[in-house]
């Protein structure tokens, strides 16, 4: 054939491949999720996230401590607490002696700047009814998630945080006004230099199955009212608008592979750094097909990642960010 345009000869072996591949993965990109548990003395494993676990605050720290060393420079935490620490508002989220500010004081004890510490900013682990914040009873009689009540308690929470030592925070409940209320709270208490990770697109979605357990969660139905509706994109850009205006430092998309053009689009508009979460139900996902022979899990895994960046993200938040850390290192992409 007489073809001028032969696309493969880009593609004819590794090095010819890897001198022109646009996206790659660093470890510095990846974000380590931990959860931390009260009231246990050894780590136990997620049963539906195998490889994952509830950690105590010793196993913590090592957990980070591995982080660190494979050159990951940030990780999540989530707390867990016990179950007769839950109540209707969550307070055990913003006492100073709640799990999450005990496992957050410890790594930045260990720590200090050499890692940067992001706090999960939510109550739905530490309310006994599992939602993202207090109910309330509206006008029609509804039993509904009270957004004004539930972002000052985030304001409390997250300056607790701050408090602790978390160099971020993260507030994921979705209540509308959270990033404005979060940054003036902060702000009062001397925490101007502490960032704001919005949760902008996060959906209702079915991929946060397994973390239910990992959190030990209680929810009865579901977070339809203040979570996205899966079938919507611009509300997604309105939702990243209202944070950036609100000021938020960075913002992420939730869940990842479901919603890659969703990536795009707040990549496009967004004038700070971008996330993507890759949850629970994507890592079990993965890790169960893995499990049988199904797929390659480090091809796939890596192939997931980089799809991600392709689609715009800055930072990835991931169960495997350690992992992938180490892979890299070995040269692999
Ligand atoms: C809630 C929260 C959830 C996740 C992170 N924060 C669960 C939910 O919204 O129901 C899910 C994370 C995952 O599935 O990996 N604050």
New binding site residues.
Partial sequence: MDLVRRPRRLRTNPAMRDIIAETRLHAEDLIQ?LFVRDGIDHPTEIVSMPGQYQHTIESLVEAVRSAVDAGVKCVDL?GVPRDEDKDSEGSAAWDPEGILNRGIAAVRREFGDQVVIMA?T????FTDHGH?GPLTIDGTGETVVDNDRSVHLYERMAVSQARAGAHVVSP??MMDGQIAGIRQALDEQGFQDVSIMA?SA?Y??G??????D??G?S?QGD?KTY?QDPANRRESVLETQLDLEEGADMVMV??AMAYLDVVREVADLSTVPVAV???????AMIEAAAANGWVERERIVLEALTGMRRAGADLI?T?YATEVAHWLSQGKR
């Fill in positions: 999720v989530f999960d939510c109550l739905d682990e993202c994921s409940g949760y996060k209702a979605s991929f946060f199955g397994p973390f239910r990992a959190v969660s929810l977070r979570q939730k869940p979460y890759q949850v629970s139900g994507e890592y938040f169960y």
